[in-house]
């Protein structure tokens, strides 16, 4: 296992707990490079950060863009982000700003087959208001039986085809690349082993992703299964990116994995995090 958590979330977007507590967490499993990413929103990083230090924990301040590359959303990282770049935090509120309209077309999709003011609901769990996401609605979704729990939510709800999916325009792709990289941060492409797309199209992404300034990809994730981290590990090499690890934590029972730690990266794969991480001498 490797030390580095550089995926994370925090009730700043659709994490459960507080930003401190995310970090705290990580540190006491022994993290050393600790990430807070917020979907499209840095407001918490300085509070992961103060908690982090307390720890002896190195940090770094980090956001996961949303963005759309075609019919597809993908999701970009950004890893030591400045937080006040005027760049970033306008492109961060215009993503933001979209997610309102969108939120209350999902529950009027959702009335259409007998769930009611779901909006409303799922409201109760986003506390950062700005943020309303797909997970709040499966959260609320949960509490009134309508699936077990949210990854059976996100079987028959929220997704392509399913009541609740409308489709949605986020950043463009290289949009989300230029705000991050205004920031003085590295752009990373997050859990490619999510997209469903076949393997020409994903070659296609990832050229395009290079040529536009993205530095590196998740060859780990907590997404991601063996036969993914091996994919994506030679993928990886044969494009010159360096390699990110991740969990994508959200909550303790949402997934499988606990923030803090990743296994290690496939042999050849180059860590992004050499950047950062000062080894114990
Ligand atoms: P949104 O940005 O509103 O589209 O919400 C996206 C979030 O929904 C992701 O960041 C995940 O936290 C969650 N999510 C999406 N798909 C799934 C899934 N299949 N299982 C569990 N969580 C999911
Ligand atoms: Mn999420
Ligand atoms: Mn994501
Ligand atoms: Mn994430």
Not at 173 to 192: F, K, N, Q, T, Y
Request: charged residues 25%; hydrophobic residues 40%; aromatic residues 8%.
């Amino acid at each position: 296992m490797v030390p580095v958590d550089l995926h994370c979330h925090s009730n700043f977007s659709d994490g459960l707990l507080p930003p401190k507590e995310v970090a705290r967490k990580a540190a006491e499993r022994g993290c050393k490079l600790f990430a807070l990413t917020d979907h499209d929103d840095t407001r918490g990083v300085a509070l992961a950060a103060e908690e982090a230090a307390l720890h002896g924990m190195q940090f770094l301040n980090g956001v996961e863009v949303s963005a759309s590359w075609g019919k597809y959303t993908l999701h970009v990282v950004g890893l030591d982000v400045d937080p006040a770049n005027p760049v970033l935090r306008a492109g961060l509120a215009s993503v933001r700003a979209g997610r309102d309209a969108r939120a209350q077309a999902m529950s009027d999709s959702l009335a259409r087959v007998g769930l009611d003011n779901v909006l409303e609901g799922a409201r109760k769990y986003a506390e950062n208001p700005e943020m309303i996401s797909r997970t709040h609605f499966a959260r609320y979704l949960v509490e009134i039986g309508a699936a077990k729990d949210t990854k059976s939510v996100f079987k028959k709800f929220l997704v392509r085809g399913k009541p609740g999916y409308v489709d949605h325009e986020w950043a463009r792709m290289h949009e989300s690349i230029d705000w991050i990289r205004a920031a003085g941060g590295v752009a990373v492409l997050a859990h490619p082993g999510r997209y469903e797309m076949g393997n020409e199209t994903m070659r296609v992404l990832l050229t395009e992703f290079r040529r536009l300034g993205g530095e590196a990809i998740e060859v780990v994730s907590g997404s991601h299964g063996a036969a993914e981290v091996g994919r994506f590990g030679r993928l990886a090499q044969e494009f010159g990116f360096e390699a990110s690890c991740g969990t994508d934590y959200h909550a303790t029972g949402e997934g499988a994995r606990e923030p803090g730690l990743n296994p290690d990266l496939p042999i050849g794969c180059v860590p992004v995090w050499a950047r950062w991480l000062q080894e114990a001498a």
